[in-house]
């Protein structure tokens, strides 16, 4: 049970692009959602909080114009990294939990390289 | 701010146990959890423990709390070469909306 499924699971494309990734609770409904970003040999850096229906909430330091978080349903959040360059090259992952009293769940996650 | 340390590298032999430690900050911690990274690969919830617990035991993982010195431990019996991966000590505050503070993480290596 809790599987958490993200999509895509890879992606390469040119700077500028806008670029959406999709995070999925298969066999449950996420009140809350969450977004990391990892860097090579680091650890994860939350980038914000969403609930189903609300505005995502965003950790200090992070664009919320580059970051675009839509939490629309219980199953489902994307992130769209708008008008991506080189350095929002990274591995995103995405995690959900269904209460607040229960632990979350990762998704396999997104490596986005842009060139 | 609230912050959470491990030892980054581990190296143990096939079939011996393996102890992560891990220690943290936040005093108001509900929940602490362990994670594990395989290369390329998202995290994987191993185990976690309720901040009122000393001890959980899954298999052949067992966790160990102090809540009094905020340690944390992951002990892996009769480790195997497939145990070997990043294992990630994470802790959730009181009150936090979830967030979770994240070790930097401990590669485990196990040679056969």
């Known amino acids: 049970g809790a599987v958490v499924s993200q999509h895509p699971s890879r992606v390469i494309c040119k700077s500028g692009t806008s670029v959406k990734i999709e995070c999925r609770s298969l066999?449950?409904?996420?009140?809350?959602m969450f977004w990391y970003r990892q860097f090579p040999k680091q650890s994860l850096m939350l980038m914000a909080t969403?609930?189903?229906?609300?505005?995502?909430?965003?950790e200090q330091g992070v664009e919320k114009d580059k970051f675009l978080i839509n939490h629309a349903s219980l199953t489902l959040s994307t992130l769209t990294v708008t008008s991506a360059h080189p350095e929002d090259s990274s591995f995103y992952i995405c995690?959900?939990?269904?209460?607040?009293?229960?632990?979350?769940?990762f998704g396999d996650g997104t490596r986005l390289s842009i060139l | 701010g609230e912050d959470v340390e491990q030892s980054l590298f581990l190296s143990v032999r096939e079939g011996d146990s393996s102890v992560i430690n891990c220690t943290y900050t936040?005093?108001?911690?509900?929940?602490l959890y362990w994670y594990k990274q395989e290369p390329g690969a998202g995290l994987q919830l191993l185990t976690y423990i309720f901040s009122n617990m000393d001890m959980k035991q899954d298999q052949r993982l067992t966790v160990l709390l102090n809540k009094k010195d905020k340690h944390l431990s992951l002990r892996i019996a009769d480790t195997q070469t497939g145990d070997s991966a990043i294992y990630f000590c994470?802790?959730?505050?009181?009150?936090?909306?979830?967030?979770?503070?994240f070790g930097q993480g401990t590669e485990l290596s196990v040679k056969p």
């Open positions: 995690s959900a939990r269904f209460g607040s009293n229960q632990p979350q769940h």
């Open positions: 936040d005093s108001s911690s509900t929940y």
């Open positions: 969403s609930n189903e229906g609300s505005k995502a909430t965003y």
């Open positions: 994470a802790e959730e505050g009181l009150g936090q909306g979830g967030k979770l503070i």
């Open positions: 066999d449950f409904q996420a009140t809350t």
